[in-house]
């Protein structure tokens, strides 16, 4: 079945220090991929979405390029802040298939003043 | 403005005594789901509702239910909580499985 690994966290780092979120998938068919984050005591918010191969979805200085030949999607941003310390989980959804969202386990990043 | 509002945020039972979570939407998309999210783990799909059609995971428990009596509203139904269930249980929209799910704050349940 379709599936998602994840960076093991946690990650912590400084402020103003470069991100990097591993995330490779599995599926059958040509699914969607998407990026949420949780702060905390918090639901998840959606962050990012690609839809098709070398797709890039960017928001608030996060990006991540759909990247079919290695079935990754990254998780980048240049400088972090303290303000995205949060879980971050990526997750997939197949089209046509089950049409359900398939997530990763999560990476906590902690980011220090 | 909230979009997905889940009520209550916090809810203490007993074991054994049936609670119900609720979950509304002004978005008026036609699908909803539910998860459970137990600490430092991905969220887990419960079920879903599709319109007004109701599609269970395989490994959902029993002891879960739900209802949608109309597009607004969704409940989750435990019918004998155990010290298990204790969980963050997330609502979730989507408008014709997007992927790009709203989901609401959350309500934290304890078993006591």
């Known amino acids: 079945g379709d599936s998602v690994t994840q960076m093991e966290g946690p990650v912590t780092l400084s402020e103003e220090a470069f991100l990097t979120i591993n995330c490779t998938y599995t599926a059958t068919g040509y699914p969607s991929l998407f990026w949420y984050v949780q702060y905390p005591g918090e639901g998840l918010q959606l962050l990012l979405k690609a839809t098709k191969a070398d797709d890039k979805g960017s928001n608030k200085g996060f990006e991540a390029t759909y990247r079919k030949e290695t079935t990754s999607f990254h998780l980048e941003k240049g400088s972090v802040q303290v303000s995205d310390s949060a879980v971050y989980f990526c997750a997939l959804m197949e089209t046509g298939g089950s049409e359900k969202l398939v997530f990763g386990k999560g990476t906590k990043l902690t980011v220090n003043p | 403005d909230a979009m997905v509002i889940q009520n209550p945020r916090y809810q203490v039972t007993q074991f054994g005594k049936p609670v119900t979570l609720s979950c509304s939407q002004t978005l008026n998309h036609n699908v909803m789901y539910w998860y459970q999210q137990k600490s430092s783990q991905a969220p887990k799909l419960l079920f879903h509702?599709?319109?007004?059609?109701?599609?269970n995971e395989a490994d959902t428990p029993d002891n879960f239910q739900s209802r949608r009596p109309n597009t607004s509203f969704c409940f989750l139904d435990i019918r004998s909580p155990g010290l298990g269930d204790a969980a963050m249980y997330l609502c979730a929209t989507d408008e014709g499985r997007s992927g790009g799910y709203t989901f609401g704050s959350g309500t934290r349940l304890t078993v006591v």
């Open positions: 509702y599709y319109d007004k059609d109701f599609n």
